[in-house]
């Protein structure tokens, strides 16, 4: 099914006995040597506290093979993704089975290593970034000095790769600690032509209490909604922006989605949640899998709010807001002039303090 009659099936139909997502998120492994401070999953936990086991490449090609079949689009996360021991066959088989759009989440510390096989098969690369600071920014890596300066300049090596394919997007957790810094941040991905994305910090499904209501945070996310309107490339639609500001509640739609562990087990309805309707490896019939979550754990519930994070947010207002699509269209057509603008801007001045005849 294309992706408007997907759009469609959802808007109007949506059948409890149907699973057709848009996107799979594929958690290749939890394995992570960073031990960031917001770090959880749906539960509260650390990434790194919870099964470290991977599958053998065959079997992870046999998953993504199997999400190809329902799926037109995927995220690899983690954990951190690149600590799969063969990271580079996995890129290898996702671009041999021509997702329209691959996205890979990494801290960047490894992306070096990896970068000609990135560059040939994902089209979005996600960066974590919360932090110019270095002394700060290494301190919660917590992995030692110099984890920084690494990964600043993985992102500029993966910024300059020529035939590359993929679009760069610096990915910031909006926390009680880190909010002043995020401005720098920001500047950073639009100077250097990155879309800049915030989430704020989770503990399970939940917001700190320092976030709700805490007028930096909304300043924050104030100045996004204003930046978004002169068109400059920050993630997500303006109601997707301010949902996040305001935390307000939305109805969830985690069927848009398939979400699939490090062992191939399939989340009902979400990996919050986190029950497990059956192993994408012994089903590959969604729809039975979610008739399977159904019987033993019952239909969807509605939740209460929670959940403001970039896939669970970010569908259901597609669905709910329609228009807004419109409206990020007409914005991404304005960031391009924008860009252009800032493109020439550059080069003039490059030529004018002399580098231009240098290049
Ligand atoms: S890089 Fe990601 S997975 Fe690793 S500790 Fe930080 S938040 Fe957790
Ligand atoms: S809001 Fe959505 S993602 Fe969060 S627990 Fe509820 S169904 Fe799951």
Redesign the pocket.
């Known amino acids: 099914m294309n992706p408007a009659l997907k759009y469609l099936y959802h808007k109007v139909i949506d059948s409890p006995k149907r699973w057709r997502p848009f996107l799979a998120v594929y958690y290749l492994t939890y394995q992570?040597d960073?031990?960031?401070p917001?770090?959880s999953n749906g539960f509260g936990k650390?990434?790194?506290h919870l099964s470290q086991e991977v599958l053998p490449a065959g079997a992870v090609s046999e998953i993504l093979t199997r999400i190809r079949r329902s799926c037109d689009y995927i995220v690899i996360t983690?954990?951190?993704p690149l600590k799969y021991p063969d990271f580079g066959e996995v890129m290898r088989q996702v671009k041999e089975l021509r997702f329209r759009d691959v996205a890979l989440n990494t801290?960047g510390y490894d992306v070096e290593r990896y970068l000609p096989q990135i560059a040939d098969s994902v089209h979005t690369l996600i960066f974590?970034l919360d932090t110019l600071d270095e002394g700060k920014a290494d301190q919660w890596f917590g992995i030692g000095r110099g984890a920084f300066r690494k990964i600043c300049s993985n992102i500029m090596q993966a910024a300059r790769l020529p035939r590359k394919k993929y679009r760069i997007v610096l990915s910031s957790v909006v926390t009680p600690r880190n909010i002043p810094d995020l401005y720098a941040v920001y500047d950073f991905a639009q100077i250097n032509g990155f879309t800049f994305a915030a989430c704020p910090e989770l503990r399970g499904v939940k917001p700190p209490p320092e976030l709700p209501g805490n007028g930096a945070y909304k300043d924050f996310f104030d100045f996004l909604v204003s930046e978004k309107k002169k068109g400059r490339a920050i993630h997500g639609t303006m109601p997707y922006l301010r949902h996040m500001r305001d935390f307000i509640r939305f109805s969830c739609r985690p069927f848009t989605m398939l979400v699939v562990d490090p062992l191939g087990q399939v989340f009902y309805p979400c990996l919050e949640i986190g029950h497990v309707a059956g192993n994408i490896l012994e089903c590959e019939d969604l729809h039975a899998l979610r008739e399977h979550g159904r019987k033993y754990f019952g239909p969807q519930l509605e939740c209460d709010t929670r959940c403001h994070s970039a896939c669970a947010l970010g569908f259901s207002l597609i669905l709910h807001h329609p228009l807004s699509l419109a409206q990020e269209l007409f914005l991404m057509s304005k960031n391009s002039v924008t860009r252009r603008c800032i493109d020439a801007r550059i080069v003039r001045r490059e030529f004018s303090e002399g580098k231009g005849a240098q290049s």
Do not use: L, T
């Open positions: 992570c960073f031990r960031c917001y770090c650390p990434y790194h983690g954990g951190e801290n974590s």
